[in-house]
């Protein structure tokens, strides 16, 4: 079994503070980020559902459930980018 780490000894994935919030990565999230675990802090967090969302409304939820897993992990990889970005920026 695979022990979930001390959220007090975590850090944001993005910003490098301490986080706030964690969870286990999903298959296409793993495949992405390459961690089996994800922390980051609110205001991070905040801002990844929220470009998440609009990038995820550009996946067909028609095409294959294959194809559906890159696009997903690929919506994953540019969020990350994007929000990192943000983060570092203010
Ligand atoms: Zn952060």
Redesign the pocket.
């Known amino acids: 079994m695979i022990r979930f780490p001390d959220i007090r000894d975590a850090k944001?994935?993005?910003?490098?503070?301490q986080?706030s919030s964690g969870s286990m990565n999903q298959e296409w999230e793993q495949k992405a980020r390459g961690e089996r675990f994800h922390f980051?802090?609110?205001?991070?967090?905040e801002i990844y559902g929220q470009l998440f969302q609009q990038r995820l409304e550009g996946i067909s939820s028609t095409c294959p459930a294959q194809e559906q897993m890159q696009l997903m992990s690929l919506a994953v990889q540019e969020t990350d980018m994007k929000?990192r970005a943000m983060?570092n920026a203010t």
């Open positions: 944001c994935y993005y910003c490098g503070v986080a980051a802090c609110l205001k991070c967090l929000v983060a």
